[in-house]
């Protein structure tokens, strides 16, 4: 009896290890802050990167996220237009697609960038840079950066599932 039933979850347990696993399960859409920890002198400045990795007919985003205002200035990319903008990414070509919003509110420590491709540009798989953002840093210690919401969208505008990763910028006083 004993042997049968070490048969059978044996057989089971080998089963379960050849189903080929799930397109879902294989592989998970991460959008994170890149680097996701780093240091940077008193007035100096510091890029980081949001970056979407391993997305499948990505077609439009919406980030929202925050930082330490206290601690960060996010520097204007485009200091020709009315109010402080961040850097779009390459991932999705810029020249394909519409940029509905790009604000930085220094103020408030909040970041906004709303961007979508327009037909015929065909969706984006891979791994790659959506924005960029540029800080000043005016005041010591530990400034976090956290995404508090994004959606990525494929081109039937439905949702793609994303895991989101946060990061932090350490400011050192001079001379460290």
Same mark, same amino acid.
């Given at each position: 009896m004993w042997k049968r039933a070490s048969r059978g979850i044996l057989l089971a347990l080998v089963l379960v290890a050849l189903l080929p696993l799930s397109p879902a399960l294989a592989q998970s859409t991460i959008v994170l802050v890149n680097p996701p920890s780093q240091s940077?002198?008193?007035?100096?400045t510091v890029a980081v990167e949001i970056k979407v990795d391993t997305? !499948?007919?990505?077609?439009?985003v919406d980030i929202r996220l925050t930082f330490d205002a206290a601690k960060l200035e996010a520097q204007d990319a485009n200091p020709?237009?009315?109010?402080?903008?961040?850097e779009q990414g390459s991932f999705l070509n810029p020249a394909q697609g519409f940029?509905?919003?790009n604000s930085a509110d220094n103020t408030t420590g909040q970041v906004q960038y709303v961007f979508a491709l327009m037909a015929p540009a065909p969706a984006v798989s891979g791994t790659g840079v959506l924005a960029r953002i540029t800080f000043k840093a005016k005041a010591t210690g530990?400034?976090?950066?956290?995404?508090?919401?994004? !959606?990525?969208?494929?081109?039937?505008?439905?949702?793609i599932p994303a895991t989101l990763m946060n990061g932090s910028i350490t400011i050192l006083p001079p001379g460290s």
């Open positions: 940077v002198t008193l007035n100096q997305v !499948t007919k990505l077609y439009g020709g237009v009315s109010g402080v903008q961040i940029l509905a919003q530990n400034a976090l950066i956290t995404l508090n919401s994004v !959606t990525l969208s494929n081109d039937q505008a439905q949702p």
